[in-house]
């Protein structure tokens, strides 16, 4: 990469076989059009909200190929100290076109554009110059301080409404992608809300894949009690599947209840877990014999600790503690973009022993914020503040 009057360019050589033998070509490929402002300008008008939109992206397509471009436009702002940061979405978000040249500026007449790899979907952030941004994200970060507005295409992924709150669907295209790793569907196949309100996941086979389910909460919670009722009967689950409520940020700051032999009919098919799990002290394993179908487990994430407990029936008729263990050790976690997540999964990506399709019910879930919760900011939100 190298720079002249105001524009970056890309310098690559082609290596071209003729009779004589190897010569050297070189050439020069410019950034899509609007990617390069080389003067400040104003647009708009920057006393009112930043906005921007995608006016073309690519297909969802070619997960780690070239896409094609993603062009826009922004308004109400001034060029000079903002930026578009570009992620292309496959099992995570990934900085585009590079992560060590994310910046794409824009033109004195708002529009913008730049190369991308391919995703699911795409997403534009209109970032003050200031901002690192991540060579990856699990989730977009929320529109306040240094980001200003966010667009994407296709909008967001599939959402429904469960317990008075909106989830949002895991949706991994034909790609397989962890947990697991496997493919995960937005399918109402997969998942899906009955007539009685209640949350269904479900593993499906269908043409020789196996199409696992996930949902998380639209919002970010923080401290507080987190409770959840199960209309299923999660001790006697497949020794290849793995059912789980949980709280997650990223792989280090993580809260599990989980259910699942982990591929040995001979384990327990039960835990608590405080990521990271190999940490001595951070996993507590038991056995789940239910006396009915239904059974409701709680986590209380506090400050200093987080209590666990598992008791047989629901909220409205909870009998014998099943199980119950207090987390106080070195990581706890802080909060900071934790949502609540419900998955059904394949440990290792490998059918149910039996070959047979996996449902698990969820009939209610609850949260109880303690002292000061994280403020929620939410995709609607989001599109709110867009448009």
Known sequence: MW???????????????????????????FSAPGAISSRACIVGTPAEPP??????????????????????????????????????????????????????????????GNNTHGGHHYCVLLAK?????PPTMGYLPP?????????????????????????????????????????FSDRPENVWTDEAGRLHLKITHTDDNWCCAEVFTEQYLGFGLYEFEVESPIGQIDPSVVFAGFNYSDQLDEID?????????????AQYVVQPWDHEGNRHRFNVTLTGSKSCHKFNWLPDRVEFSSYQGGFADSGDVIQSWVYDGADVPEPDIERMRFNLWLYNGAPPTDQQEVEIIVSDFSFTPAGNPVAPTTWGRIKAILR
């Open 3 to 29: 720079a002249f009057a105001g524009h970056r360019y890309t310098l690559t050589y082609m290596c071209i076989r003729r009779t004589a033998g190897w010569f050297i070509a070189a050439t020069l490929l």
């Open 51 to 112: 906005t921007i939109t995608i006016t073309s992206a690519p297909p969802d397509c070619c997960y780690g190929s070239w896409a094609g471009t993603v062009s826009g436009i922004a308004n109400n702002l001034d060029t000079d100290s903002v930026m578009v940061v570009i992620y292309a979405q496959t099992n995570v978000y990934w900085v585009q076109p590079y992560s060590s040249s994310y910046r794409t500026y824009i033109s004195c007449d708002g529009t913008f």
């Open 129 to 133: 110059r200031s901002w690192a941004a």
């Open 143 to 183: 529109v306040d301080g240094e980001i200003l507005a966010i667009d994407c295409a296709p909008e967001g992924p599939r959402t429904l409404q469960f317990a008075d709150c909106a989830w949002l669907v895991k949706q991994a295209g034909d790609i397989a992608v962890d947990p697991g790793p496997n493919c």
């Open 257 to 269: 209840i989980e259910f699942s032999r982990w591929g040995n009919p001979a384990a327990d098919n």
